[in-house]
């Protein structure tokens, strides 16, 4: 499919182009073959002043970032903004820390001098996806250029006015051409592109599908993978909650993004004795939510990014009524509605329901009520997923013993799962491998390499 970016609020097209040619891909892939064997020997300093001006630019630009962003995938202003500032501070991270993380460490200085070092790899291919369209490039690309290497990005067909515009940041940052490349191809061509000899890994950001045809891709050339995959994160309510706290951050969690954030919380595990209520509370606010023009300061909730996901999400809503789950709130969409899908809630979500084993990626709630917290740890184990998690109890000791026992990359007790650049990101089971963010995150993107120097020649 050719880029195309429809605004989710207005239904203008904002952007179309056509994918790369094959002879085209071929001459970018060319380029950042011959731009890594400079960039490479790059010193840290080097690399820092291009990602800190890239993190300038983003601060001193967010609000015509944040408003390229809401045209064209739909999100809220405001939150388009944060996401904006979000990338800058992820940019700086890596660009005050990478030398640190990546210096030498001797091992051993007594007859030999054994240092691990950390080399750059090559170019790499980043897939992403829409939702997050400029933090989800920038954690990425700001580690693999900190580390030394080239980037090529694969964005989605959505966003590829998003897509040009960081390419042209990197330029305006002082970007020698090739260090970063927007790579307008598609998905059937990604295969093609990390068999390539330029290419020396792939990170991709994006759903389970994607997932596997990328992983098959790079097993087959054998090159390096991570795997940001989805999620479909438990939100457990124990009954000891602090259920006011519970459910407004119940409500960012679900909601925010248009319900459109691999690490939402997506299924709510609630204690029975407190479901009712709780329920009660949650239906209350999420009622309180303004649909409307995401440009607008007193919108809450925003349209989702493509109509033809919101057709989706009703399947899996309406299979999810036939079987038998309840309609708290919400729930009702037709064609009309464009992409706009109402702030839903469902209760008495159970196995064999689509939202009870699928990722649910638009604003949808499902409740699942348990009878006791084993149970809710069963639950939520019981996933294919293994993105994220949150407990919430008054009784921390108990909360912290819930949250090790998840199967998870990140799990909090009594605050909603975010991402942070200090701490490392990723999943486990079908929520993929690899790590983002962090110094975990940096080094899925260098040659870990042995260097062994004897300090004496014996010459007898
Ligand atoms: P997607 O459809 O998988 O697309 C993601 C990227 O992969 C796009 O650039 C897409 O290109 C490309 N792609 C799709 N199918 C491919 C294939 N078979 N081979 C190679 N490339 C392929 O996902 P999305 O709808 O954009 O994003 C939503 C998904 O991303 C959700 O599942 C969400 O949970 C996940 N996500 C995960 C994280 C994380 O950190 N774990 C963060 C954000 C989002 P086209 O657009 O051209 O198809």
Known sequence: MAYLSI?????????????????????????SKERFSVWKESSFKQRRDLISSVAALLEENVESYAELITKEMGKLKSEAMAEVLKSASGCRYYADNAESFLGDQLVDSNSDRVLITYQPLGSVLAVMPWNFPFWQVLRCASAAIMAGNCV???????????????????LDAGAENGVFINLLISSSQVADVISDSAICSVALTGSEAAGRSVAAAAGKAIKRSVLELGGSDPFIVLADADLEMAVTNAVKSRFMNAGQSCIAAKRFLIEDSVADIFIQLFKEKVEEL???????????????????????????????????????????????????????????VSPGMRVYTEEVFG???????????????????????????????????????????????????????????????????????????????????????TLSIKNEISTS
Not at 16 to 29: C, F, I, P
Not at 158 to 166: D, E, H, T, Y
């Open 7 to 31: 605004n989710p609020h207005t239904g203008e097209q904002v952007f179309s182009a056509d994918n790369l040619t094959q002879s085209e891909v071929y001459e970018q892939l060319k380029l």
């Open 152 to 170: 090529l990005l694969k964005h989605a067909s959505n966003v590829g006015l998003c897509a040009q515009a960081i390419e042209q940041l990197f």
């Open 290 to 348: 303004v649909v409307g023009d995401p440009l607008d300061g007193m919108t809450t909730l925003a349209p989702m990014a493509r109509k033809d996901l919101c057709v989706e999400l009703d399947e899996q809503v309406s299979q999810a009524l036939e079987s038998g789950a309840e309609l708290v709130v919400g729930c009702e969409y037709s064609a009309e509605s464009g992409c706009f899908y109402p702030a839903s809630i469902l209760d008495r």
């Open 363 to 449: 604003p949808v709630a499902s409740v699942i009520r348990v009878k006791d917290e084993e149970e809710a740890v069963a639950v939520a184990n019981s996933s294919r997923f293994g993105l994220g998690g949150s407990v919430w109890t008054k009784d921390i000791k108990k909360g912290e013993n819930i949250a090790r026992a998840l199967e998870c990359g990140s799990a909090f007790v009594n605050s909603m799962v975010k991402s942070d650049p200090k701490t490392p990101f990723g999943g486990v089971k079908e929520s993929g491998y690899g790590r983002e963010l962090s110094a975990y995150g940096i080094k899925e993107f260098v040659n870990i390499k």
